[in-house]
């Protein structure tokens, strides 16, 4: 069965520092994706990034990085010199198939950001 | 709107009611996924729609849920004999296919008195 754990429930900083997201994961399958989605108080999710279990390279995008370590099956998230419109809950989610489709979800982490 | 959208964003209920929900997707997407999302939890998948067909309904929790989409594109999801722990907010999301990005609509809150 597979499983994730946001082990931070919720996390508050002041505008401009810097956060990372922890997310672990458990799957038995070899190949799967991680994904990031953000929640903003409207409800919708906001698809970030999707990482397939093959690659291991880092990533960044803007102020946003994501750290992939499969020895610790962690997928950790960074946002460099926050601000108030990162506010919001982020979720990390696993998939064991190529498509979206049935992802399983951590309990997600509330960030808040005070100016 | 160009988006997955989703009514009535509020529904309030009585235990033993029937409720539909509705889900628009985003025009064009083949596929139509439904999620339930209960306070302070990730989203837990219910039922997965490839075209009219449902591909995937191993999240639904019981018999009481039932989900349609007969043209392939609008969708409803129905509860029969609403309980307290059907409170949640359902929320819809929509790919182009089966392999594509998910796009989320901002949700049905359903709230069972």
């Known amino acids: 069965a597979q499983k994730v754990t946001q082990a931070q429930t919720e996390i508050s900083v002041v505008e401009k520092e810097d956060v990372t997201l922890d997310c672990v994961y458990e799957?038995?399958?070899?190949?799967?994706?991680l994904f990031w989605y953000k929640q903003p108080p409207s409800g919708e999710l906001v698809f970030l990034i999707r990482?397939?279990?093959?690659?291991?390279q880092n990533e960044i995008s803007g102020r946003y990085s994501w750290n992939f370590q499969k020895s610790t099956s962690s997928f950790n998230f960074t946002i460099t010199a926050s601000q108030v419109v990162d506010s919001a809950v982020y979720f990390c989610?696993?998939?064991?198939?190529?498509?979206?489709?049935?992802?399983?979800f951590g309990k997600g982490t509330m960030l808040l950001v005070s100016p | 709107g160009a988006g997955v959208s989703q009514t009535p964003s509020n529904k309030v209920t009585e235990k033993g009611k029937y409720v539909e929900l509705r889900c628009d997707p985003i025009?064009?997407?083949?596929?139509l996924y439904w999620y339930r999302q209960s306070l302070g939890q990730g989203p837990e998948f219910l039922i997965y729609?490839?075209?009219?067909?449902?591909?995937?309904d191993s999240g639904l929790p019981n018999d009481r849920f039932f989900a349609v989409r007969p043209e392939g594109s609008v969708s409803t999801l129905k509860i029969q004999r609403t309980e307290r722990g059907d409170s949640a907010v359902y929320l819809c999301?929509?790919?182009?296919?089966?392999?594509?990005?998910?796009?989320f609509g901002e949700g049905s809150r359903l709230t069972v008195l």
């Open positions: 999301a929509s790919s182009l296919d089966p392999t594509g990005e998910l796009f």
């Open positions: 799957t038995r399958d070899t190949t799967y994706y």
């Open positions: 990482r397939n279990s093959f690659d291991e």
């Open positions: 989610a696993l998939s064991e198939q190529p498509g979206y489709s049935t992802l399983t």
């Open positions: 025009s064009g997407h083949t596929a």
């Open positions: 729609f490839q075209g009219t067909g449902a591909a995937d």
